[in-house]
């Protein structure tokens, strides 16, 4: 507890807390998010729904959008939510990076693998 | 000591003795936790891209797979997953404002909004509930031809299409007559009779008449059995001519055709760990189950502990301690939570 009482300036620092008028902003800030959020969601079933019938827009193009939609959300869910965003840079990148790093990885050798499986199995089989 | 850190030098701040990222230790190591149980949903979620990807018999399309609503007939594409996408966001966010009415140390607006959340968390496990029986109840059961043929079947906006399929391709009853030839399999009087509340065995797709309409069929033999129709596409999307052909109904003869071409050893209703009515792939029900059951865990866990941490909250602990920094750690975990549920939305369902 010692150290943790060296961290009174951070407005999330356990010894410090907000007061009421803080706190108005937080939640404001916190509906927004909750709209913006809902409102993705909705778009995401929407496209889900009605767009694999229309000719002009490839599925790869929708697939795309989904997958930037879902970091969009999870990028308001750690940053405004998790308000890992509020935090020291240090603390963001330690728990960021490596995860990117470790994530992108492991997306690359899963496609490559993947592609090279389908192509051995419609080869072979 | 107010603004401390921010007068220390670079070296006075690693020198030991400080905290350099700012967080105490129970936040930074629940940062930690979520950061390696974020790469083991990872890893999940990437496997079930590698087998996707690398599998050479089309996969089930999320929409065609999860279209009920309980207590409702008909088609009602992702509504269901959406709703509880929907329930998960509203119970992050009453979460959310547990954190902030902590950091007032509001212990009221913690116990309410923490209160909303653990409810929140209930409605998510009962809507997945659900989703798993239908799942493995399935929506009528399918079989695979052991034959190659050509029939004509009617597409939904009517319009007529001439399909062509290989010994092993998919074949799916209506929901009706397959329940009820899945009752006749499992052998005469045990039949799905209506219950007490109008219900069949499986607790959907019934009409108060089919209970009694099948208690009637009940000692009627599984091989007199003939469907009136039959759907080709159910689960699976195929382009012809650019145009998606899918829930393609077939009636008639070519009906008669299929039901005779039917490999009796491949009827398959609903899901389980061998096989499954959506998929030539056994993974396909199997990740359904491991990626959603681990989340599902993963929420079952989160509400056990917000009802602990509740009761903490009621009974003053956090004004004892003098901070609700608690909130915080299980608000992280409860986000995470959500966050992973935003994933699996995407790739399990939508892509």
Known sequence: MERDDLIVNDSYAINNSHTNEEGKAIRKKLYNVTVLLTVITIIEVFMGVFFKRNGTVTWETIKLGFIVLTLVKAAYIVLIFMHLGDEKKILKYVVLLPYALFILYLIFIGLYEGVSFQELNSTWR | ?351
Request: proline share 2%.
């Open chain 2, 1 to 351: 000591m107010a603004g401390h850190t921010q007068n220390l030098t670079k070296d006075e701040m690693w020198g030991g003795n400080a905290s350099p990222f700012g967080v105490s230790y129970g936040k930074m190591m629940m940062w930690y936790f979520l950061v390696s149980d974020a790469l083991t949903f990872g890893g999940l979620l990437t496997a079930y891209g590698v087998i996707r990807h690398a599998s050479a018999d089309p996969w089930p399309v999320g929409e065609q797979v999860f279209e009920s609503l309980p207590f409702l007939h008909g088609s009602y594409p992702l509504m269901y997953v959406a709703l509880m996408t929907f329930i998960l966001i509203i119970s992050s966010v009453t979460m959310v404002l547990a954190v902030e009415a902590g950091h007032r140390r509001d212990k009221a607006g913690v116990i309410k909004w923490l209160g909303y959340t653990i409810i929140g968390g209930f409605f998510f496990l009962g809507s997945q509930a659900w989703e798993w029986s239908h799942f493995i109840h399935g929506s009528g059961g399918g079989f695979q031809v052991n034959k190659s043929l050509t029939v004509t079947g009617e597409m939904e906006n009517g319009e007529k299409v001439q399909m062509t399929l290989n010994a092993g391709n998919w074949v799916h009853m209506e929901s009706e007559f397959g329940h009820a030839y899945e009752h006749a399999l499992e052998g005469g009087h045990a039949a799905p009779a209506a219950d007490a509340h109008g219900h069949d065995a499986h607790g959907h797709d019934a009409h108060a008449a089919h209970g009694s309409e099948v208690a009637a069929e009940a000692h009627v033999d599984a091989a007199s059995m003939h469907p009136e129709a039959l759907i080709l596409n159910k689960y699976v999307l195929e382009l012809k001519d650019d145009k998606d052909i899918r829930k393609v109904k077939v009636t008639g003869e070519d009906c008669k055709k299929l039901w005779e071409a039917k490999a009796n050893e491949t009827v398959v209703f609903g899901a389980n760990m061998h096989k499954n009515e959506y998929a030539v792939q056994q993974q396909y029900a199997n990740f359904f189950f491991f990626v959603t059951g681990f989340h599902g865990f993963h929420v079952f866990s989160g509400v056990v502990i917000n009802i602990i941490v509740w009761l903490m909250a009621l009974g003053g602990e956090f004004d004892r301690r003098g901070h609700y920094e608690t909130i915080e750690k299980i608000g992280l975990y409860w986000h995470f939570v959500d966050l992973v549920w935003v994933f699996v939305f995407t790739f399990f369902y939508l892509v």
